[in-house]
């Protein structure tokens, strides 16, 4: 019984992660299209399913604590020790889990670093614009500040 809700606690978690990772695409897709009107909404996304995955681990840990005690384990030990403890077709299900996971997570980290490289960049430019937005002030021959006319601007209100 308790293999079987550890295995439904670590299908759960796998679905959120899976979750996260189409919410982190969503993300990337608004910052490389331009398109950050709904950033704000996408970020508060990801927010949400990593809440979850929080809560989500808090009861893998429960459910697996519960299996480590009937295999005569030490509490807190790995997943990789469960399956190589746990009984056929536990301990191949449990590999499943942990293969996935570590895929799942290096999905997740190449994909977050992506769009943190792409907000500094969406960054950066928007700073570079609104400097350039300031009025240049120069010099006359006499060395007092000579205030130049407003020229025209052209502003890209995507910003």
Do not use: C
Not at 21 to 27: D, H, Q
Not at 61 to 85: K, Q
Not at 87 to 108: K, N, V
Request: proline share 3%; net charge negative; charged share 25%.
């Amino acid at each position: 019984m308790a293999y079987n809700r550890l295995s439904e606690v670590l299908w759960h978690e796998r679905n959120l992660l899976e979750l996260l990772l189409f919410k982190l695409e969503e993300e990337q897709l608004l910052l490389t299209s331009g398109k950050t009107r709904w950033l704000a909404h996408a970020t508060r996304e990801v927010e949400t399913v990593l809440s979850q995955i929080r809560d989500a681990e808090l009861g893998r840990a429960v459910e697996a604590a519960t299996v480590s005690a009937e295999l005569g384990l030490p509490e807190g030990v790995s997943l990789a020790d469960l399956a190589d403890h746990a009984p056929e077709p536990w301990s191949d299900l449990l590999r499943a889990h942990r293969e996935a996971f570590a895929s799942l997570t290096t999905q997740i980290s190449q994909l977050a670093d992506g769009n943190r490289e792409l907000l500094a960049m969406s960054h950066r430019a928007t700073q570079e614009t609104l400097a350039s937005l300031h009025d240049v002030h120069t010099y006359d021959g006499s060395g007092q500040s000579a205030a130049t006319e407003p020229a025209a601007r052209l502003v890209d209100r995507t910003l």
